[in-house]
């Protein structure tokens, strides 16, 4: 039997698109729109905790009478903070240690299959990933990110019934990729065990690849859902990142000039203690993205908070709202914002 050639589909978000870059592109201009007064742009490590993030995760199912996956009670979970961390070494072959942003992102959800009208037993699904990058002198350069995970994904030939092959399951995911200063090169690292719904025994799966980098705009792909926050959102921008869910080097693109907008919100805010309700139409920005190299083309939709004011930004330009198709035209995930917490 033909088994699928990708990763589970949640091990790959939340990736960006795939596609080629040009040779040069100019330097994204950031700023740090998650604070409060965004002119505070470096961190001084008298804080250690910023601020929590919580979303509802649903699923869009694309209707079929044959096989179909279906995922329920999802949350997806960013925490972000600062860390010492060690950026490289001196002349002398010391340490050099400075404060660095931590970002954490986790996300839990449900999931089954049906065939026709069987069901297969609910299984639940899991993926952290936390990443370490510098300040924004140094332009949110990434340092180390690891990413694991438990998930299920369909097999890719159409099972008629649960006798067969119809899930794949990655266990013990790991994937850590290192960069080097002055970010010219990464390594990767990738483990996990790999079993299918009629074996009984998993396989374990061991691979590394260290690659070069092109570092201008280039961030680790675990970072880029909060650095785009930092951007200025009336203007369309090009990064670079690595696919280390396909283990390779490829690149992101955003295809389709931000769009200012009226946004509907309805979560909860949390600051200096103090708990109130934002439910209504706030000013916002929704992005489109495309895969266009290896993927299905489906769009990538996103909707970012509009900054406030440059002393006195209210909503920090959080995520508000994310739409990702899943591989092989599974269906979609949407996240929510429903609590922001700012420490």
């Given at each position: 039997?033909?088994?699928?050639?990708?990763?589970?589909?949640?091990?790959?978000?939340?990736?960006?698109?795939?596609?080629?870059?040009?040779?040069?592109?100019?330097?994204?201009?950031?700023?740090?729109?998650?604070?409060?007064?965004?002119?505070?742009?470096?961190?001084?490590?008298?804080?250690?905790?910023?601020?929590?993030?919580?979303?509802?995760?649903?699923?869009?199912?694309?209707?079929?009478?044959?096989?179909?996956?279906?995922?329920?009670?999802?949350?997806?979970?960013?925490?972000?903070?600062?860390?010492?961390?060690?950026?490289?070494?001196?002349?002398?072959?010391?340490?050099?240690?400075?404060?660095?942003?931590?970002?954490?992102?986790?996300?839990?959800?449900?999931?089954y299959f049906t065939i026709g009208e069987q069901k297969s037993e609910t299984f639940r699904d899991t993926l952290v990933s936390e990443v370490l990058f510098r300040n924004l002198d140094n332009a949110l350069q990434p340092v180390k990110s690891v990413k694991t995970g438990?998930?299920?994904?369909?097999?890719?030939?159409?099972?008629?019934?649960?006798?067969?092959?119809?899930?794949?399951?990655?266990d013990e995911y790991n994937c850590t990729v290192e960069y080097d200063n002055p970010l010219t090169s990464a390594s990767i690292s990738r483990s996990y065990k790999e079993q299918y719904s009629t074996q009984t025994e998993a396989a374990e799966k061991k691979s590394e690849?260290?690659?070069?980098?092109?570092?201008?705009?280039?961030?680790?792909?675990?970072?880029?859902?909060?650095?785009?926050?930092?951007?200025?959102?009336?203007?369309?921008?090009?990064?670079?990142?690595?696919?280390?869910?396909?283990?390779?080097?490829?690149?992101?693109?955003?295809?389709?000039?931000?769009?200012?907008?009226?946004?509907?919100?309805?979560?909860?805010?949390?600051?200096?203690?103090?708990?109130?309700?934002?439910?209504?139409?706030?000013?916002?920005?929704?992005?489109?993205?495309?895969?266009?190299?290896?993927?299905?083309?489906?769009?990538?939709?996103?909707?970012?908070?509009?900054?406030?004011?440059?002393?006195?930004?209210?909503?920090?330009?959080?995520?508000?709202?994310?739409?990702?198709?899943?591989?092989?035209?599974?269906?979609?995930?949407?996240?929510?914002?429903?609590?922001?917490?700012?420490?």
């Amino acid at each position: 039997m033909k088994k699928i050639k990708y990763l589970a589909p949640l091990l790959a978000l939340p990736l960006l698109l795939l596609g080629g870059c040009k040779n040069t592109t100019p330097a994204i201009g950031l700023s740090a729109n998650w604070n409060r007064d965004t002119a505070i742009g470096n961190l001084t490590g008298e804080k250690t905790e910023f601020e929590e993030l919580v979303y509802d995760v649903t699923f869009e199912s694309k209707p079929t009478e044959k096989y179909a996956v279906h995922y329920e009670n999802g949350t997806y979970k960013t925490r972000l903070g600062a860390r010492l961390t060690e950026v490289g070494k001196d002349d002398a072959g010391n340490p050099v240690n400075e404060f660095c942003y931590f970002y954490r992102t986790s996300l839990e959800i449900d999931v089954y299959f049906t065939i026709g009208e069987q069901k297969s037993e609910t299984f639940r699904d899991t993926l952290v990933s936390e990443v370490l990058f510098r300040n924004l002198d140094n332009a949110l350069q990434p340092v180390k990110s690891v990413k694991t995970g438990v998930s299920h994904t369909p097999v890719g030939n159409n099972p008629k019934s649960f006798e067969q092959d119809y899930y794949a399951f990655f266990d013990e995911y790991n994937c850590t990729v290192e960069y080097d200063n002055p970010l010219t090169s990464a390594s990767i690292s990738r483990s996990y065990k790999e079993q299918y719904s009629t074996q009984t025994e998993a396989a374990e799966k061991k691979s590394e690849l260290k690659t070069k980098l092109k570092a201008d705009n280039f961030f680790d792909n675990e970072q880029i859902m909060f650095m785009l926050r930092g951007t200025d959102m009336s203007e369309s921008v090009t990064l670079k990142t690595l696919n280390s869910t396909a283990f390779a080097s490829m690149s992101t693109v955003r295809t389709v000039m931000p769009k200012a907008t009226s946004y509907a919100v309805d979560f909860s805010m949390t600051e200096n203690a103090e708990t109130k309700q934002v439910n209504g139409s706030i000013d916002a920005y929704s992005f489109e993205f495309s895969y266009s190299s290896g993927m299905s083309g489906q769009a990538q939709q996103a909707v970012y908070a509009a900054r406030t004011n440059v002393n006195d930004n209210l909503y920090r330009n959080v995520l508000l709202y994310m739409e990702v198709p899943l591989f092989s035209d599974l269906g979609t995930l949407k996240y929510t914002l429903k609590t922001a917490t700012f420490l």
